[in-house]
Every structure is written in C-alpha cells, then in structure tokens.
C-alpha cells in the first residue's frame, strides 16, 4: 500500500516535552514527513554532513486502513489496519535553530530515511495499542523507555483531530510521538526500536 503522507505526533509524551523544555500543548502538535523519508527494518539511516547532532525518537506507528475526514473518535480505531514500530529521526540541532527562529521544521524532520518503520502488524494482533511498553537501545544501551498510556492525546483523540483538518488516506502513516530519552545517532551506531506486542525496529546509522 502506497504511503501518502506521514502524519506526526510532537510533545505527546510529558517526560518529552520536560526534557526539550516545551510547554505542554493544548491540542495534538502536529507535523509531515515526506514518504521519501520512509526505510524499511535493516536499513541504514544516513546522515548528510555538517547538519549536527542528529537524535532518535521510538514511536508507535499507526496505519490508515480505511480513510475518511472528520471521523469521530468513537470510530477512529475502524480506520486504523495496522501498527508498527517508528522512529522519528530528527536533526535536532537544524530543528532547535528553526524553533528559536519561529521557522518550520520541515527539513529537521523530513530528510532521506528519517523515517525508519517496522513491520506491519495487524491491529487485531495486538493485545490493548492504550498500554504497550516502548524501548530503544543504541549499540545494546537502553536510551528511552514508556508506555502508550503515557500519551496526553490518545489514538483516538489524534486520528480525529487530524482528520478534521487533513483527510486521512489508506496507507498514510501517523506517528504518536515519542517517551522520554531522545538522544544522540551516530555513524557507527545500531539503533533497536521496540514496541513490546509489536516488534523490533533494527537500523545501522552512516553517514550519507
Ligand atoms: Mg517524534
């Protein structure tokens, strides 16, 4: 299934939103990813040069099924085919210059294989998505740990507030957003995604 667009989830974590010193948000943050961004399990994030410090970010991913707009969040879950694990690489020095500029972070976010995902996993496999253990390990070292019932808006509550706004597409792909931990990639580096009841994530960092 083709990927329209990548929907993503900023500060939907409090630990995350303490460690970037933001303040909690009102409504869901939202940002894109181009599908350009998206790898596969195995493949190697790629870092161009010069662009600074380049950090990781384990996210639940969910998958759009059936698309719609302005679904309602008694339906939201009916819309969604599959999950997956994600990570929401970011160029965090090239997204903290944009912040403190009040420009957008599109490029932070959005460059070539910045967006690693998992296997699909059918929804229906998946024991309870409002209570799953998230991990990431760098070269074997735990870095990030929380659990999806942490998330201040929940499945529900994002797939329609997006939906208000954006119609969402079968394929199209929204990241929730990521626990405490966020740190450093680099070249070298195997980073190991886990969502416990979905799977592993796996990618070797190099530099482009
Ligand atoms: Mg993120």
């Keep these: 299934m083709r990927c329209g667009k990548i929907v993503c989830v900023g500060q939907n974590y409090r630990e995350h939103i303490r460690e970037m010193r933001s303040d909690e948000p009102a409504e869901p943050v939202l940002f894109l990813k181009p599908s350009t961004s998206l790898i596969s399990d ?10 600074g410090t380049v950090h990781h970010e384990v996210e639940l991913a969910l998958i ?11 339906d939201a879950l009916s819309h969604i085919s599959q999950v997956s694990v994600f990570n929401d690489v970011t160029a965090r020095d090239v997204q903290s210059a944009a912040r403190k500029a009040g420009l957008p972070w599109a490029l932070a976010k959005g460059m070539d294989t910045f967006a690693p995902l998992g296997e699909r996993v059918p929804l229906d496999r998946v024991p309870d998505i409002h209570s799953l253990d998230l991990e990431l390990r ?20 994002l797939i329609a507030h997006i939906s208000r706004f954006m119609t969402l597409e079968p394929g199209d792909i929204i990241a929730t957003g990521t626990p405490s931990g966020v740190g450093p990639l680099r070249p070298g580096d195997v980073v190991e995604a886990t969502v416990h009841g979905v799977g592993t994530l796996r990618n070797p960092v190099r530099m482009r």
């Design 64 to 74: 759009v099924g059936k698309g719609g707009r302005d679904i309602a969040e008694k």
């Design 138 to 157: 760098v070269n074997g070292e735990f870095r990030q740990k929380g659990n999806t019932a942490q998330m201040i808006f929940p499945p529900e509550r």
């Design 42 to 51: 195995g493949e190697a994030i790629l870092i161009p040069e010069g662009i």
